[in-house]
């Protein structure tokens, strides 16, 4: 039982920490379209994009994980 639940407590720090990326790129993205700076802002948007997808499948495994 000890070691599903630290299965799933990494699971849960993963996401937390891609969900934490996605959002320090987001905002990366906003600081670049404040200046104007679009090619930056791109950047920026797409690898907060990978960050929320690498995020929503780690709280998947991370939710199925702890319902188990």
Wanted: glycine share 2%; hydrophobic share 30%.
């Amino acid at each position: 039982m000890m070691s599903i639940s630290n299965e799933a407590s990494g699971l849960h720090q993963q996401a937390a920490s891609d969900h934490e990326a996605a959002a320090k790129h987001h905002k990366s993205a906003m600081d670049s379209h404040n200046k104007n700076n679009i090619s930056e802002a791109k950047e920026n948007a797409k690898k907060a994009m990978e960050a929320c997808n690498s995020a929503q499948k780690k709280s998947e495994s991370a939710c199925s994980s702890t319902e188990k």
